[in-house]
């Protein structure tokens, strides 16, 4: 009688593990069709007043954006102490009927040397620039949108504000490398995130 009952059990297990096994592969597919209708990006980069200029070193401050305005690599020659770029390239919403919420991820760090410092500064169009301090000039308070610390990554997105339809923005660029180290060349790498509001 032991031996019928632990056989049942057995062939009852076993039933329920094949029946189990199939259930967990059987699928329906159903279908869903997914467009991509791709269009012009509204939040762009164009060129600021100061790109193709002279830099310090005799070389110039390369400024290329992207065909489409989506994409931006700067190419900075600073020298010792505090150099500043002014309106080297702008940030540019040609949508006149949306406002546009603007983010900025920083991915990857400057690597600088030790008591550097370098910030892209975002501007409204036209705003007066300040530096004040010693021995490291820095934009004042108040004067502009954002100051994003290109020597830190950021696990969550800088909001920067929201700008309005129509609206740009100018980035300036301060770097301080002190005197006396061996800076070498660096990347940063980031994100601009733009999301109608």
Do not use: C
């Amino acid at each position: 009688m032991q031996t019928k009952r632990l056989a049942l059990i057995a062939v009852a297990s076993s039933l329920a593990l094949v029946l189990a096994f199939a259930y967990a592969h059987v699928m329906s597919y159903y279908p869903v069709n997914v467009t991509l209708v791709p269009s012009a990006p509204k939040v762009i980069f164009a060129p600021g007043s100061n790109a193709g200029q002279t830099d310090i070193n005799g070389d110039t401050i390369g400024v290329t954006v992207g065909p489409n305005g989506a994409n931006l690599t700067l190419t900075l020659h600073p020298t010792y102490e505090t150099t500043y770029y002014e309106n080297i390239t702008i940030i540019e919403n040609t949508d006149t009927t949306t406002s546009y919420n603007v983010n900025i991820t920083v991915s990857q760090a400057l690597s600088l040397p030790a008591g550097s410092k370098a910030y892209l500064i975002i501007y409204d169009k036209g705003a007066a620039r300040s530096l004040t301090g010693w021995p490291i000039p820095l934009p004042a308070n108040g004067t502009y949108v954002a100051m994003i610390d290109l020597t830190q990554t950021t696990t969550t997105p800088i909001n920067i504000g929201t700008l309005s339809a129509g609206g740009v923005w100018e980035v300036d660029l301060l770097v301080y490398i002190p005197e006396g180290t061996t800076p070498t060349t660096t990347t940063a790498e980031l994100y601009l995130v733009a999301s109608p509001s």
